[in-house]
């Protein structure tokens, strides 16, 4: 038997994932393309009296304070706009969140685990190279939302203590049988020749008929919003309570026969880039967005992995022609004196304001065009050609580069995933007997 992170569940189809401990903030720049703009307009203020309590949950509170600052926090790391229909259904959705997450920790205590300052430090360095940013960049761009650190720094808190609970409480609990491998590794050779579906979700649960239509509601404005421009990872990170939040509810490539019958419907009828109407299950409405799809499980371009270095030089979207000119310039000449990557922070720092990123792995299909086409056609330690963007002008290094082989399926691999679901779901049956017996006073 193993010990995995529930967090981190992937597709049989899919490679094995690095045993790392993602949380749901890990995603906290999710809707920010490579090339994207970091800071967001400044979320307005709310409106909520944030003087007094929310709600009490047994004897812990949950401030009105605590409230609007993970109201802004969603907001702006969502791209939702601040309309007044969406601050009132994130308020909505964000106080239940906070209820889940006193839960959560008071059952870390009751357990007697701990979560150190310097774990939750750590987890934080983590979002922050997830996000191509460093953890003062992101710092400043919550002060520019005015949205103190420790709202991220209490999400972050809140999601190692249920890891930990989970972990600790039901991990030993699971067990995966020789038989139940067997069964899936002929299943997916059975389907190795079928098409093959990139995938990701979002999932809205509901206990009763009252959330069954809050969640309704708000999936079709979730549906409509994603349509009209707001990254589906962003969201999912946001609001989805499965454990695919983590990584955007990207739930990676597989069959339509290894997906629930009312999903599959719906995807071998999408095309790549499209997202689903709201689909009902038995307890939950799922959202879904077909990324892409192939002919089998052969090696995918889409797949095709980068360690890439990002340069920025800043320049003001409406700068004069000539100050665009100076910084291009500049651009071309690091470029001409580009040695190795780990000399590139040391050439940027000769230019005022440049800015060079840590090397980070990115996906090609995380990656939007035309900038995806340019960085396949480089190799490892080839530049792609300073682009023009909002920010200014940037450049990227390819400081190397894995070509995708194919789905490489292994006993292991198809154990993980299994182990993975089965404790997913035990999280969130534990997290529901919590709220059942839990005593809240809304105020």
Sequence with gaps: MKIMNLARYRPVSFPSARRIFPLKAAFFC?????????????????????????????????????????????????????????????????????????????????????????????????????????????????????????????????????????????????????????EKMRQIEQEANQVQYHVAEIYLGFENAAQEREMQNGARRLVEQMRQGVPFPAVAAQFSQSATAAAGGDIGWLAASQLPSPIADEIVKMSPGEISDPIKTLNGFYIVQLINKQQGNGPNPLRNRFEVIRVLFPVAPDAPAPAVQARRAQADELISNFRTCPRVSEQAAAYPGAQASQPTEVEAGQIQEPLRGLLQAREAGEIAPPQRTPQGIEVFIVCNRWDDQGAQITRDNIENNLFNQRLSMMARRHLRDLRRDAIVEMR
């Design 30 to 182: 999710a809707g920010l393309t490579l090339a994207g703009s970091f800071l967001l307009p400044a979320i307005p203020a709310l409106g909520q009296d944030v003087q007094g309590i929310a709600a009490v949950v047994n004897d812990r509170v949950v401030s009105r304070y605590d409230v609007e600052q993970r109201m802004k926090l969603v907001l702006s790391t969502s791209s939702l706009p601040a309309t007044p229909e969406n601050i009132e259904r994130v308020r909505s959705q964000v106080l239940r969140g906070l209820i889940d997450e006193k839960l959560q920790v008071a059952e870390a205590r009751r357990l007697e685990l701990e979560v150190s300052e310097e774990e939750v430090d750590e987890a934080l360095e983590r979002v922050a190279s997830r996000s191509n940013r460093s953890k003062e960049e992101i710092t400043e761009f919550l002060k520019a939302n005015d949205i103190d650190i420790e709202t991220l720094r209490s999400q972050i808190y809140a999601d190692i203590a249920w890891n930990k609970v989970i972990s600790n409480r039901f991990a030993p609990l699971v067990t995966i049988g020789d038989q139940e491998v067997d």
